[in-house]
């Protein structure tokens, strides 16, 4: 079984542009989580889709948001890049919301000039 | 108060020895308790999940909760170098889902051949 997919792996945008970063979770999987991954915060959590709805969200800033498709594959998008949101954006898979097992793609690492 | 607090090391041991890796948390009403382990460069991979007080084995690593002391902790035993990375803990939210966690920032283990 494929494990989680992220696109595109690396990414170099300029202050005030927009960015789309793509997650396919794993086969059969319909709960996706986002999370950014600085040296400085460690992980956060930025929010979480199931069955195309956003279940929860994180402390970011509305310039932060996410969908989810009906085959389970989510985008986040983020406008009006700061410097502040180079980062590794990490998407996770996990079969539903209440499953304990959550496995991590290999991440876009975002980096704002 | 940190949600939730890892020493971030480094932790050093030698092979063969056994690792100890602690972590605290400041919400009483969190349920599950989640272990992941991440090489430099890579993304976070699942190690061990608990969510009832006392201890669970698996392999070489075993993991302890004690709910009333707000306390978690990851024992490595036999460890070898293969081992050394960065452990994170990570804590669902009172009331969230388990897509919804909250991490430390994790100890870096280094075990020396």
């Known amino acids: 079984k494929a494990g989680v997919t992220q696109t595109p792996r690396y990414l170099i945008k300029t202050r005030g542009q927009q960015v789309t970063l793509s997650c396919s979770p794993i086969?059969?999987?319909?709960?996706v989580s986002w999370y950014q991954q600085t040296p400085g915060q460690g992980l956060q959590f930025l929010f979480e889709?199931?069955?195309?709805?956003?279940?929860n969200k994180g402390n970011f800033p509305g310039r932060f948001s996410g969908r989810q498709f009906s085959n389970s594959r989510s985008e986040m998008n983020v406008s009006t890049l700061e410097l502040g949101d180079s980062a590794l954006y990490l998407c996770?898979?996990?079969?539903?919301?209440?499953?304990?097992?959550?496995?991590f793609g290999p991440g876009t690492r975002l980096t704002v000039t | 108060q940190k949600e939730v607090e890892q020493n971030s090391g480094p932790l050093s041991v030698p092979e063969g020895a056994i690792a100890s890796l602690n972590c605290t948390y400041s919400?009483?009403?969190?349920?599950?308790f989640f272990w992941y382990r991440q090489y430099s460069g890579k993304s976070p991979e699942l190690i061990m999940f608990?969510?009832?007080?006392g201890d669970k084995e698996d392999g070489r690593f075993t993991a302890q909760l004690n709910k009333a002391s707000q306390y978690v902790s990851l024992l490595i035993r036999d460890s070898q170098p293969s081992d050394s990375a960065t452990y994170l803990c990570?804590?669902?939210?009172?009331?969230?889902?388990?897509?919804?966690?909250?991490f430390g920032k994790g100890t870096k283990l280094s075990v020396k051949p």
């Open positions: 996770a898979s996990s079969p539903a919301t209440d499953s304990y097992e959550q496995y």
């Open positions: 086969s059969g999987h319909r709960s």
């Open positions: 889709y199931f069955s195309e709805t956003q279940r």
């Open positions: 919400d009483r009403g969190s349920q599950s």
């Open positions: 608990i969510y009832s007080n």
């Open positions: 990570a804590v669902n939210r009172h009331g969230g889902s388990q897509g919804n966690l909250i």
